[in-house]
C-alpha cells in the first residue's frame, strides 16, 4: 500500500526515500488509473526541477499505463502550466510531481480531475486502491506520448500585458520550476526585466523558495531598491504561490494583493464574492464589502479554496500564502504568474506606484504567519484541547479552519498546517501594543503543551 505518512488533505507529500518511494510513486500512478474508472482515461503529467522529480516522474509513469491510463509528457515546467494542460486539451486529468513550496528533500504530487481539484478523501480513496494491487495483476498498458505546451501558455500569460506601458521589474523564480518560463515570458513583455535565479536547480542554492518567508525575499527587496524597480515578483518552488516587492522595497503580503485585485474586479462584476482564507487580515474582508462585493472567509488550502469558488461562482480567491485564484478572464486556479501579469496591468492602468496604492488602504497592526514546528500527531490534538479551552472560557472564536478569535480589537488565529508539520498563528489588532497582547496570551497558552512561541518571531508591521 501507500505510504499513509504522505497522504495529505490537498495532495501526496514525502520526503525523498524515506517516506516517499518510486514505489509510492507507482502506486500512485497505478490507483489513479483504477480511480478515473473508465476504460480509458488520458492524463497530462509535468514536473518540478527537483533532483528526486525525474526518478518518481518515471514511476509514476509506469504506474499510469500500467493502469490502462495514456499520458501525455509536458515536460519541466510550473504548477500552473500542469493546470493550464488540463483545461485546453482533450484529458481527463493531470498530475504535477512537486514538493512545491518545501525543502529540497521534499517531494509528492498534485492531481487535478475534470478541471476540479481532487483533494481530501479522494486522496485517501488511492491508498485505499493501492492495497487491490499485486505483482500478479494483469496490465492494460496505456500509452505514453509527448506534447510542449509551453508557447501556448506563454500566448496566454503575454496577452495580460499586451497594452501596459514599459515598467522596470525584478524576477526573482528561486531556481524553481517557473525559471524558463520566467525567462521566455520577459522577453515578450515590454519594459526592462532583471532576472534572479531562473536556471531550475532542485538543490536551491541561492535561497529556498517560499516567497511567504521575507528572509527568502532579501536578495529581491535589494535589487529592487537599488535598481529603483517600479515591483518585484517571486515565485515559490512550483509557481502558484506569489510574493509582490513594491517600488520601495516593502512586502506585499498575499491578502493585500487580493485587495488590489479584488477592487479591479469588482468594477467589472459588482456584487460577486470574493473569498479570503481565515489568515486575511479584517482590512480585506471590510474592503471587499466597501468594493461592492460579497466578502467569504473560507479554509486555507489550495483545493479548498478553488471548490469553494466552483461552489459559490466567485472571480476571485487569496490565500495569505501568496495562492492567488483568477476566475475573471482566465480558468480560476492558482497561477502565480498570471497573478504577476494582472497587478502589472493595474498599475500600468492606475498610473500609480504599488505603494501608494497600499497607502490609501487602512492600516492594521498585524504580524505574518508564524510557524510553529510541531509533530504531526499531535498538531490536530492540540488544536481541539484549545477549542475546550475557548468555549470553557467563553472567547467567542470561529472554527471554520483551526480557531480565529476575536477580541475588542482585532482576531487571532492558531490552526494546524495541512501541508507541514506545524502550527500557524497570526494576529491582528489596532495597535502594536494589543497585537503584542495577543502574542503573548497564545505563548502561554503554547507552553503547556512544550511548544514555544518564541519572541524572535514577534514581528508587528502596520499595514
Same mark, same amino acid.
Given at each position: 500500500?501507500?505510504?499513509?505518512?504522505?497522504?495529505?488533505?490537498?495532495?501526496?507529500?514525502?520526503?525523498?526515500?524515506?517516506?516517499?518511494?518510486?514505489?509510492?510513486?507507482?502506486?500512485?500512478?497505478?490507483?489513479?488509473?483504477?480511480?478515473?474508472?473508465?476504460?480509458?482515461?488520458?492524463?497530462?503529467?509535468?514536473?518540478?526541477?527537483?533532483?528526486?522529480?525525474?526518478?518518481?516522474?518515471?514511476?509514476?509513469?509506469?504506474?499510469?499505463?500500467?493502469?490502462?491510463?495514456?499520458?501525455?509528457?509536458?515536460?519541466?515546467?510550473?504548477?500552473?502550466?500542469?493546470?493550464?494542460?488540463?483545461?485546453?486539451?482533450?484529458?481527463?486529468?493531470?498530475?504535477?510531481?512537486?514538493?512545491?513550496?518545501?525543502?529540497?528533500?521534499?517531494?509528492?504530487?498534485?492531481?487535478?480531475?475534470?478541471?476540479?481539484?481532487?483533494?481530501?478523501?479522494?486522496?485517501?480513496?488511492?491508498?485505499?486502491?493501492?492495497?487491490?494491487?499485486?505483482?500478479?495483476?494483469?496490465?492494460?498498458?496505456?500509452?505514453?506520448?509527448?506534447?510542449?505546451?509551453?508557447?501556448?501558455?506563454?500566448?496566454?500569460?503575454?496577452?495580460?500585458?499586451?497594452?501596459?506601458?514599459?515598467?522596470?521589474?525584478?524576477?526573482?523564480?528561486?531556481?524553481?520550476?517557473?525559471?524558463?518560463?520566467?525567462?521566455?515570458?520577459?522577453?515578450?513583455?515590454?519594459?526592462?526585466?532583471?532576472?534572479?535565479?531562473?536556471?531550475?536547480?532542485?538543490?536551491?542554492?541561492?535561497?529556498?523558495?517560499?516567497?511567504?518567508?521575507?528572509?527568502?525575499?532579501?536578495?529581491?527587496?535589494?535589487?529592487?531598491?537599488?535598481?529603483?524597480? !517600479? /515591483?518585484?515578483? $517571486?515565485?515559490?518552488?512550483?509557481?502558484? %504561490? *506569489?510574493?509582490?516587492?513594491? =517600488? #520601495?522595497?516593502?512586502? &506585499?503580503?498575499?491578502?493585500?494583493?487580493?485587495?488590489?485585485?479584488?477592487?479591479?474586479?469588482?468594477?467589472?462584476?459588482?456584487?460577486?464574492?470574493?473569498?479570503?482564507?481565515?489568515?486575511?487580515?479584517?482590512?480585506?474582508?471590510?474592503?471587499?464589502?466597501?468594493?461592492?462585493?460579497?466578502?467569504?472567509?473560507?479554509?486555507?488550502?489550495?483545493?479548498?479554496?478553488?471548490?469553494?469558488?466552483?461552489?459559490?461562482?466567485?472571480?476571485?480567491?487569496?490565500?495569505?500564502?501568496?495562492?492567488?485564484?483568477?476566475?475573471?478572464?482566465?480558468?480560476?486556479?492558482?497561477?502565480?504568474?498570471?497573478?504577476?501579469?494582472?497587478?502589472?496591468?493595474?498599475?500600468?492602468?492606475?498610473?500609480?506606484?504599488?505603494?501608494?496604492?497600499?497607502? !490609501? /488602504?487602512?492600516? $492594521?497592526?498585524?504580524?505574518?504567519?508564524? %510557524? *510553529?514546528?510541531?509533530?504531526? =500527531? #499531535?498538531?490536530?490534538? &492540540?488544536?481541539?484541547?484549545?477549542?475546550?479551552?475557548?468555549?470553557?472560557?467563553?472567547?467567542?472564536?470561529?472554527?471554520?479552519?483551526?480557531?480565529?478569535?476575536?477580541?475588542?480589537?482585532?482576531?487571532?488565529?492558531?490552526?494546524?498546517?495541512?501541508?507541514?508539520?506545524?502550527?500557524?498563528?497570526?494576529?491582528?489588532?489596532?495597535?502594536?501594543?494589543?497585537?503584542?497582547?495577543?502574542?503573548?496570551?497564545?505563548?502561554?497558552?503554547?507552553?503547556?503543551?512544550?511548544?514555544?512561541?518564541?519572541?524572535?518571531?514577534?514581528?508587528?508591521?502596520?499595514?
Amino acid at each position: 500500500m501507500i505510504n499513509p505518512a504522505i497522504i495529505r488533505e490537498y495532495d501526496i507529500r514525502g520526503i525523498y526515500n524515506k517516506t516517499l518511494t518510486e514505489k509510492d510513486a507507482f502506486l500512485v500512478g497505478w490507483s489513479f488509473a483504477q480511480a478515473l474508472n473508465k476504460k480509458s482515461s488520458t492524463v497530462t503529467l509535468c514536473r518540478d526541477g527537483r533532483l528526486s522529480s525525474p526518478a518518481l516522474h518515471a514511476a509514476l509513469t509506469e504506474g499510469l499505463i500500467s493502469g490502462g491510463t495514456n499520458v501525455i509528457d509536458i515536460g519541466i515546467g510550473p504548477t500552473p502550466m500542469l493546470y493550464f494542460s488540463t483545461f485546453v486539451n482533450d484529458v481527463d486529468a493531470g498530475i504535477m510531481v512537486t514538493g512545491s513550496h518545501n525543502p529540497s528533500e521534499y517531494n509528492g504530487f498534485k492531481f487535478i480531475v475534470g478541471k476540479a481539484p481532487f483533494f481530501g478523501d479522494d486522496i485517501k480513496k488511492l491508498r485505499e486502491i493501492s492495497a487491490t494491487y499485486s505483482d500478479s495483476y494483469v496490465c492494460k498498458k496505456g500509452t505514453l506520448s509527448k506534447k510542449i505546451i509551453v508557447d501556448e501558455y506563454l500566448s496566454v500569460l503575454v496577452d495580460v500585458c499586451k497594452d501596459t506601458k514599459p515598467m522596470k521589474i525584478a524576477w526573482d523564480a528561486g531556481n524553481g520550476a517557473a525559471g524558463e518560463v520566467v525567462e521566455k515570458l520577459c522577453k515578450k513583455l515590454p519594459g526592462e526585466h532583471i532576472l534572479l535565479n531562473t536556471k531550475i536547480d532542485g538543490t536551491f542554492p541561492v535561497h529556498h523558495p517560499d516567497p511567504t518567508i521575507v528572509e527568502n525575499l532579501q536578495q529581491l527587496i535589494s535589487v529592487v531598491v537599488e535598481k529603483k524597480c !517600479d /515591483l518585484g515578483i $517571486a515565485f515559490d518552488g512550483d509557481g502558484d %504561490r *506569489i510574493g509582490i516587492i513594491d =517600488d #520601495k522595497g516593502g512586502v &506585499i503580503w498575499g491578502d493585500q494583493l487580493l485587495s488590489i485585485l479584488a477592487k479591479d474586479i469588482l468594477t467589472r462584476i459588482p456584487g460577486a464574492p470574493i473569498i479570503a482564507d481565515v489568515k486575511a487580515s479584517r482590512v480585506v474582508f471590510d474592503l471587499i464589502k466597501q468594493y461592492g462585493g460579497q466578502p467569504v472567509m473560507w479554509k486555507t488550502g489550495h483545493s479548498n479554496i478553488k471548490q469553494h469558488m466552483k461552489d459559490i461562482g466567485s472571480p476571485l480567491a487569496g490565500e495569505m500564502s501568496g495562492h492567488i485564484f483568477i476566475a475573471d478572464q482566465y480558468y480560476g486556479y492558482d497561477d502565480a504568474l498570471y497573478a504577476g501579469l494582472r497587478l502589472i496591468k493595474i498599475l500600468s492602468d492606475s498610473e500609480k506606484k504599488v505603494s501608494s496604492i497600499l497607502g !490609501d /488602504l487602512p492600516t $492594521a497592526y498585524n504580524t505574518p504567519e508564524l %510557524r *510553529i514546528e510541531c509533530d504531526e =500527531d #499531535k498538531k490536530f490534538l &492540540i488544536i481541539s484541547k484549545l477549542k475546550e479551552y475557548f468555549i470553557k472560557n467563553k472567547i467567542p472564536f470561529d472554527d471554520i479552519d483551526g480557531i480565529r478569535y476575536s477580541s475588542n480589537t482585532g482576531w487571532g488565529l492558531i490552526r494546524a498546517s495541512n501541508t507541514q508539520s506545524v502550527l500557524v498563528c497570526r494576529f491582528e489588532a489596532s495597535s502594536r501594543q494589543e497585537v503584542e497582547e495577543q502574542f503573548f496570551f497564545m505563548s502561554k497558552l503554547l507552553q503547556q503543551y512544550d511548544l514555544v512561541l518564541s519572541e524572535e518571531k514577534l514581528l508587528v508591521s502596520c499595514g
